[in-house]
T-cell receptor, first 116, second 113 residues
């Protein structure tokens, strides 16, 4: 399957700082990338969908000013958690979809964010 | 009612057993059905991907879809300790030019040597 790389895999930051997480498709062009959040023992909750070159579409209840998403190229999407607080601590996972391959998602390894 | 229902388990089986994992769903618009395996603190890994009702086999894994009953299953034959993980069912429906995926809560499986 296709490879999606996510970085950093683990980050610890102080409350009030901003953290950027990168998601790269290594061997294919991802027209659409998805960002998920996963709490312990819970399933993946879709936060937003980003298409290359356009604004991200956020799910209901997700603050777009809090979670900034940029999809500047067909291989890179970034999620920036702005002014992070302890309640933002979670496991963030990105996935990518290729044009013409409907429904099949390839996931990154995830990024564990801990806000102190 | 959730769109996708999945028993969270945990499910413990002895090595070599046949494992049956199931999900039910309520949204008739779902077109594609997937099973993912997720190890602790890792991203999900796609195991099976199906479109139509019926069975799809890949090695020790068999995915079954029954659209009339809105029910999907994953069977694991000759289960191994390395199969111990959380298994997520997922289903997708068309949304704005792409497929929007909805996940079940995941079933935690433990295969005991």
């Amino acid at each position: 399957g296709a490879v999606v790389s996510q970085h950093p895999s683990w980050v610890i930051c102080k409350s009030g700082t901003s953290v950027k997480i990168e998601c790269r498709s290594l061997d294919f062009q991802a027209t659409t990338m998805f960002w998920y959040r996963q709490f312990p023992k819970q399933s993946l909750m879709l936060m937003a969908t980003s298409n290359e070159g356009s604004k991200a579409t956020y799910e209901q209840g997700v603050e777009k000013d809090k979670f900034l998403i940029n999809h500047a190229s067909l291989t890179l999407s970034t999620l920036t958690v702005t002014s992070a607080h302890p309640e933002d601590s979670s496991f963030y996972i990105c996935s990518a979809s290729t044009r013409g391959v409907t429904g099949e998602l390839f996931f990154g390894e995830g990024s564990r964010l801990t806000v102190l | 009612q959730k769109e996708v229902e999945q028993d969270p388990g945990p499910l413990s089986v002895p090595e070599g057993a046949i494992v049956s994992l199931n999900c039910t769903y309520s949204n008739s618009a779902f077109q594609y059905f997937m099973w993912y395996r997720q190890y602790s603190r890792k991203g999900p890994e796609l195991l099976m991907y199906t479109y139509s009702s019926g069975n799809k086999e890949d090695g020790r894994f068999t995915a079954q879809v029954d659209k009339s009953s809105k029910y999907i299953s994953l069977f694991i034959r000759d289960s191994q300790p390395s199969d111990s993980a959380t298994y997520l069912c997922a289903m997708s429906s068309p949304s704005g030019g792409y497929q929007k995926v909805t996940f079940g809560t995941g079933t935690k499986l433990q295969v005991i040597p």
